[in-house]
């Protein structure tokens, strides 16, 4: 199944980033285009936070966020937006998850997404790119990876050792 879900997912959000992408710089080539165009990926919770049992969608999903931020940059150049998102929403697959069942459709249905996709594909998002969107119901907001402040070097030493890294990594690395 590991190869089979990673095919699906990863390599199928990249083989439609590249042809598509290939597609516009044709387009550019021969008929002067401006650019101007947009790819909305989509990715998951499962990929962003985890899920247990998931390794494979997980790490597929994750891969769309790296591919996304990384593929905005690159295709800056060709006027190519770059975002994704990762919706929560009641659906056939979905239909079994407790959580989602006492929200329902009305609340959680993929009616909440639809317009966030459109708005991503559009030029009013113009100035947006290599965005990770969450949509969960009528919630929309914004997935990052975040990188706190850190250590700067063990004290009296030039390499942290595994027992420096014990005694000042609580305080400083996992705030």
Known sequence: DWDAVLNVHLRGTFLMT???ARAVKMQQKYEQGS???AIVNTTSLAGLLGNFGQANYSAAKAGIYGLTRTASMEL???GCRVNAI??????????DVPALQSLGVESMGPSHVAPVVAWLASPLAQEITGRIIGVHGTKVFEYRVEQNDGL???PGGTTWSPDLLQEHAAKSLMD
């Open 18 to 20: 590249r042809a598509f």
């Open 35 to 37: 650019g101007g165009t």
């Open 76 to 78: 800056a150049r060709i």
């Open 86 to 95: 990762a919706p929560v929403a009641m659906t056939r697959m979905t239909q």
């Open 152 to 154: 700067d070097a063990p």
